[in-house]
Nanobody, 120 residues
Framework: QVQLVESGGGLVQAGGSLRLSCAAS????????MGWHRQAPGKQRELVAH???????NYADSVKGRFTIFRDNAKNTVHLQMNSLKPEDTAVYYC??????????????WGQGTQVTVSS
């Protein structure tokens, strides 16, 4: 059983910073990619940032230059450093991992979500 556990959400003022972390545990053979998505009230879930096993990154236009995704491969953890936060960044943030559990083909896993609220 593979699990993703997120941490680091909370309430912050506009212009502030937060770091989200997501730790993957279980019988994991290897990762394809990990990423963060978010969903604001009344809106569809959207990709925020994505990092491949080779370290290539991809960001939503709305967060480029403000957010940074990076991984700690030894700890099966991905982080999202969020700077210069804006009220429109308010959402539930979800960790996602595309990986191979031992003995199985590629699977897509999601964390439970962590709330980020940015006050103006």
């Amino acid at each position: 059983q593979v699990q993703l556990v997120e941490s680091g959400g909370g309430l912050v003022q506009a212009g502030g910073s937060l770091r989200l972390s997501c730790a993957a545990s279980g019988r994991i053979a290897r990762f394809n990619a990990m990423g963060w998505h978010r969903q604001a009230p009344g809106k569809q879930r959207e990709l925020v940032a994505h990092i491949t096993s080779g370290g290539s990154t991809n960001y939503a236009d709305s967060v480029k230059g403000r957010f940074t995704i990076f991984r700690d491969n030894a700890k099966n953890t991905v982080h999202l450093q969020m700077n210069s936060l804006k009220p429109e960044d308010t959402a539930v943030y979800y960790c996602n991992a595309d990986l191979f559990p031992y003995g199985l083909g590629p699977h897509d896993y999601w964390g439970q979500g962590t709330q980020v609220t940015v006050s103006s």
